[in-house]
Every structure is written in structure tokens, then in C-alpha cells.
């Protein structure tokens, strides 16, 4: 792993609702927890809270707090560890959003924008990693998010009208002086995408990561991992929970 004096913080930018950017976030950072490094997944879909889904926690502070009211509140207070279904060296934390519409409304000011920049840095020297999980760019935090990270990666669906997106989202992205690192498309292929995921083994949130080395999504979000670090990962999963219990009633566990 290279080291860094702060982490290197990466944006997923999704070119359509739908397109499967909160779970391929997800799942490449619990593939960077398996290659032995702490990642943090930060929220800037606060509309559709996707990110909840997969803590079991209370959330309190949420990202949305620490955006409008971070005189209150600190990122290492709201991190949430992500329960992976196999034992990892490293850990996954989310930052998610979980509130009322009315907090919601308070973060998505130009003030609060600024702050979620700040929330990324601060995370950015608590991790070995930081993933932020970012609707198509409509909002201040999208932009924030954008504008803070060292890398961008557009997601979309493998569809005609996802290809039509990226290409609208790789517009936004040059209007406010940013760029799309590379392209990644989810459930198939798509001719302007460098990376293709096909569909996850489970629709399961709480199956973190999805499936072990050798399957074909794995694989996939290997590459992605790798392209994203620019160097090998070495992930290495170990024996989970279920994995145990799995082979307990197959009757080949001890």
C-alpha cells in the first residue's frame, strides 16, 4: 500500500438515480479493507440516504450535522463500522445520512458545502482511504464533493440512456473545472466506460463484500480497486461468520 501523508480521497459520481453508485462504493472499500487498509465512505446522496442501509448502528451525528452544525460535531464521532460477512485486516466507516427533510434542507447550502469539503479533509487524515458516494451533479454537496477530490469516477447503468448520461455528466463535470478520471459501468457493458461490473452475486446490503476472491464481480471490482490505487491489491478474505456456519450445516465444520 502506498503511503500517504493524507488520504487519497475519490469521488463516485453517479450519471443516473439507479445506477449503482452507493454499492459499488461500498464494495471496493471493503476490498480495500481486505487488502489490511481503514477506509471512510462519506455521504453526499443525502437525499436518498442509501449509505444507512448498511449500518446496523444508531447514526447520530450524520453527515448532515456535521455539514450545517460542525461546531457540534466531529467525523470521528459519526463514523459507523460496516459489519463485512468475512473477517477483513482492515475496516470500512461510514459517514452517512440519516435525518429529517428539514436537516436535510440545511445541508445542502452553499455554507454547508463548504463545511462537507472540510468533513472529507478531516476524514482524509483518519483513514488510509476516503470514498465519497455522490449523486448525479445537481447539488452543492455533489459539487463539493467533486471540487475536494483528487479523483473522479463517473457510474452508470450499461443502458443507452446511461451512455447518454455519462457524456452529460462528464459536461457538468468540465463546466466547474473538474474531470472524469474513468468511466464505470454497472449491470453489463458500455462502449465509453473503462471498467464494466457485472450484477452483484447479492442484492443483499448487509453481504459486505458480496461475494470472496474468484467470482466474477470480485474480479471486477478488483480491477476497478487497482485502478483506482494504481498498483496491485492483495486483498486477502478470510474466514466469516457465515462462511463458518455455512459449512457447520453442510457438516463440514468442526
Not at 36 to 42: L, P, Q, S
Not at 57 to 76: A, F, G
Request: aromatic share 6%; glycine share 8%; net charge negative.
Amino acid at each position: 500500500m502506498t503511503v500517504h501523508d493524507t488520504a487519497p480521497i475519490t469521488a463516485f459520481v453517479g450519471a443516473t438515480g439507479g445506477a449503482g453508485t452507493t454499492r459499488t462504493t461500498v464494495e471496493i472499500a471493503a476490498l480495500f479493507a481486505a487488502a489490511g487498509e481503514v477506509v471512510t465512505v462519506c455521504d453526499a446522496a443525502v437525499a436518498t440516504q442509501g449509505l444507512a442501509g448498511y449500518v446496523s448502528d444508531r447514526i447520530e451525528p450524520d453527515v448532515t450535522s456535521l455539514c450545517s452544525d460542525p461546531d457540534q460535531n466531529e467525523v470521528s464521532d459519526a463514523g459507523r463500522q460496516v459489519a463485512t460477512t468475512q473477517n477483513v485486516e482492515g475496516q470500512v466507516n461510514v459517514v452517512a445520512a440519516y435525518s429529517s427533510f428539514e436537516q436535510l434542507a440545511r445541508a445542502q447550502t452553499p455554507e454547508a458545502a463548504t463545511e462537507f469539503e472540510h468533513l472529507l479533509t478531516e476524514a482524509a487524515h483518519l483513514s488510509d482511504r476516503v470514498l465519497v458516494d455522490v449523486p448525479p451533479l445537481a447539488t452543492n454537496l455533489a459539487i463539493a464533493a467533486v471540487n475536494r477530490a483528487e479523483q473522479a469516477l463517473i457510474v452508470s447503468p450499461a443502458t443507452i440512456q446511461g451512455s447518454i448520461a455519462v457524456e452529460r455528466t462528464q459536461e457538468r463535470m468540465r463546466d466547474i473545472g473538474s474531470r472524469a478520471d474513468f468511466v464505470i459501468s454497472n449491470f453489463g457493458t458500455l462502449e465509453n466506460a473503462e471498467y464494466s461490473l457485472p450484477e452483484a452475486t447479492t442484492a443483499d446490503t448487509v453481504e459486505i463484500p458480496s461475494s470472496s476472491q474468484g467470482s466474477k464481480y470480485t474480479d471486477a471490482i478488483l480491477s476497478v480497486a487497482e485502478g483506482i490505487a494504481r498498483e496491485t491489491v492483495t486483498p486477502e478474505f478470510g474466514t466469516g461468520f457465515l462462511d463458518r456456519l455455512g459449512r457447520l450445516f453442510s457438516g463440514r465444520g468442526t
